[in-house]
């Protein structure tokens, strides 16, 4: 069926920050291309889905949601599907969802306009989802929505292959982007006001290994963004364990914008199960590397990803996450119940653990976060501490983070957005601590 050039568009982004990245650089090549982004779905031409495969749930609820657009008769928008699903799915997806016009995968966000104007001109359904990611993106070309914190890829795909994970599949291997293209990018956020950069990969410590003749790693890359001016805080996102190295420690110890946090996914706490994870470390391991970052940035706090209920995980074997929960005293953590992913290492194993016992023990998990954060919270009340304020709320607060990632609402003037200012903490609403500004301001 001959289809018209879209005037108008809509995207949703399902998943984690690489995928919100992806989008921004989706919406500016289709502003490029003279497309506009709308924001209510019934006015736009062509409707975008950016999705996630990591856990069932996340595939669901895409497949209902193009489904009911599916099911219009009148005015139905060209529909693409993007992201993890469209890797993990790939062909099948047309005919799971007869209405989709295209599927592009992760490798292939260059390949939008001309998969498009395939599906306009030549009236058929594309596909391009590549296994392989070739440094080929344009990131410049970015819509981001925000205009003071931005996100910057630095390396692509997985190599680690833990035994539950889809990303590997649906990124494929590590790719490092080069030293002087995330110079130039940073330098232009600086350019453009922003003040804070998270880096982005989903294991940015990897950064570099797969380029042996750069000779730039991880924390080398860290002090040559430190060095650009405007940047007040760079953060990064995620850690594996595995390649958290003394070096990247004392990097964070000693450059003054990176934010003394470092999300540390553990996954688990008995080594039994890290093992049959495919994490490569111990619970040991783990702890010995905790202690050395608290020792080299004695004010560090630390995030972490924690999945319950993998196949044959025990009571006692739980316990021990909750022990090591415990002893780390998280102040960040995403608690997931095992989700079995098709084409991953542990399919091969029986799903065993029922999901009454799976819910039981992220709820004790759970209530174990929030009153350690609560205690967090607590100890930082009558204390002053740096605010980047982001934005005014509509209640007239303003609203930011501290450098270890604590929300903090005040009172203040406008004007106040995108500086750093101290704010002195008087109480919490929720999670969200309340201050004022404190008089040397
Ligand atoms: N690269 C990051 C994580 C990316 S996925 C890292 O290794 O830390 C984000 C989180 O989703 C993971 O840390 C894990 O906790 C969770 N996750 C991944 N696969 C899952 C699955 N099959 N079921 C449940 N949670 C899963
Ligand atoms: Fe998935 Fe493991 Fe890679 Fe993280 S390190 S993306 S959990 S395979
Ligand atoms: Fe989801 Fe893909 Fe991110 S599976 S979590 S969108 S890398």
Avoid at 305 to 324: A, H, K, N, R, Y
């Amino acid at each position: 069926m001959q289809r018209q050039m879209p005037k108008t568009f809509f995207i949703r982004t399902y998943g984690c920050q690489m995928n919100e990245l992806d989008t921004e650089i989706m919406v500016g090549q289709l502003t490029q291309k003279g497309l506009k982004q709308v924001f209510d779905e019934k006015q736009a031409d062509m409707m975008l889905f950016n999705t996630c495969s990591i856990r069932d749930l996340a595939e669901r609820k895409v497949m209902g949601k193009i489904g009911q657009i599916s099911r219009r008769t009148k005015n139905r928008p060209i529909i693409g599907v993007t992201g993890c699903m469209a890797m993990a799915k790939k062909e099948t997806l047309f005919r799971k969802l007869p209405h989709v016009d295209f599927v592009l995968g992760t490798n292939n966000i260059t390949d939008l306009s001309n998969v498009l104007d395939e599906v306009i001109h030549l009236g058929q359904k594309s596909i391009r989802t590549t296994d392989q990611f070739e440094e080929n993106l344009d990131y410049l070309v970015a819509k981001r929505g925000d205009k003071i914190k931005a996100h910057v890829s630095i390396i692509r795909g997985c190599d680690k292959f833990c035994t539950y994970c889809v990303v590997p599949y649906t990124r494929g291997q590590e790719v490092s982007r080069p030293l002087e293209d995330i110079k130039e990018e940073v330098r232009m956020l600086a350019d453009q006001g922003y003040k804070e950069i998270t880096l982005l990969g989903q294991n940015v410590n990897s950064y570099g290994k797969d380029q042996p003749e750069w000779k730039t790693l991880f924390h080398d890359l860290l002090y040559h963004l430190d060095a650009i001016d405007g940047i007040e805080r760079i953060r990064f996102l995620t850690s594996h364990p595995i390649d958290i190295t003394e070096e990247l420690m004392h990097a964070i110890a000693t450059l003054p914008s990176l934010c003394e946090f470092v999300h540390f996914p553990i996954q688990a706490g008995s080594s039994r199960v890290l093992k049959k994870m495919h994490r490569i470390y111990t619970k040991e391991q783990y702890f010995e590397k905790v202690e050395l970052l608290k020792k080299i940035v004695p004010n560090v706090s630390l995030g972490t990803d924690i999945i319950v209920g993998f196949p044959t995980e025990t009571e006692e074997e739980f316990c021990e996450t909750l022990d090591v929960f415990k002893q780390i005293r998280y102040s960040v953590a995403f608690l997931y119940t095992y989700s079995p992913r098709k084409g991953t290492p542990a399919m091969r194993w029986k799903d065993d653990i029922s999901d009454e016992v799976k819910n039981d023990r992220l709820h004790r998990l759970m209530d174990l976060h929030s009153s350690i954060a609560a205690e967090h919270r607590q100890k930082l009340l009558n204390t002053s501490i740096e605010v980047l304020v982001e934005r005014q709320n509509k209640d007239g607060y303003l609203c930011g983070r501290t450098r270890c990632w604590k929300k903090v609402i005040f009172k203040g003037p406008a004007s106040l957005i995108g500086t750093l200012q101290n704010v002195h903490l008087h109480s919490c609403n929720h999670e969200t601590l309340v201050g004022g500004l404190h008089l040397s301001n």
